[in-house]
């Protein structure tokens, strides 16, 4: 018995730091866009992204940054174009020096991964927090695990958990993911498990399925929640259903533990 529950916290392990590149984030026309923009829209989001790229170009070129942050996340997938990540760091800084914080963010993590720029932590640190200062939710996710992982900055496991907080209090619901790992571990707050449990949930209800995952974890075990293997079985499949392949690993060993019980 002690080995299947020591399988089943083994198989959703999660290092607290990580960071997120917006490769999805198309951001969306607001009251005055202009024409071109709302067309690349429209274009994108029916999958026409030869259209969609010419016209999100013709509104950078007009000087839009939304536009000119939408077309670095196409070179970033390659939609529409062949991928390459140099012309997306140009466009992601053409975006974030226009003041388009999800440009500077995005900046960020391939600064931090040196993916089309040379590496360089300390850059993606201070492009972070201009995106994060700046309103992007998604920039503080990414400064929090900067400090979190001690990547360009000293390790600091408060200031960790305070933008992880900011995060996840602002829709960024990884943010809640990792936030409930933190007080399940005691990492930068006191341990509390049943925060855990609650930040867990909030981030499963967001659609997050790692959060589905060791919510799943913890109602196996009985941490933070009431020990209860048909919830847990519940979470595991919704989150192995939404590809969290972890997940599917814990679903079969949550089976075996409802056999010996």
Known sequence: MKKVVVLLVCAVVLLVGYIVLDRSGIELPSFGANKAYKQGIAFYNNKEYDKAFESFKKACDSGDMRACYNLGVMYTNGNGVEKDFSKAAELSKKACDGEN???????????????????????????????????????CFNLGSMYADGD?????LDKAVQLYKKACDGGEVRGCTILGIMYAKGEGVEEDLGKAA?????????????????????YAKGDGVEKDLDKAVQLFKKACDGGEMLACSGLDIVHMLKEIE
Do not use: H, P, T
């Not at 440009?103 to 201009?130: F, I, P, R, T």
């Not at 360009?152 to 600091?156: F, I, L, P």
């Not at 609650?198 to 913890?218: F, N, R």
């Open 198 to 218: 609650e930040l867990l949930k909030k981030a499963c209800d967001g659609g997050e399925m790692l959060g589905c995952s060791k919510l799943g974890v913890m």
């Open 152 to 156: 360009g900055v000293e390790k600091d």
């Open 101 to 139: 914080m999800r440009g500077c963010s995005n900046l960020g993590v391939m600064y931090a991964k040196g993916e089309g720029v040379e590496k360089d932590l300390d850059k993606a640190v201070q492009l972070y927090k201009k995106a994060c200062d700046g309103g992007d939710i998604l920039g």
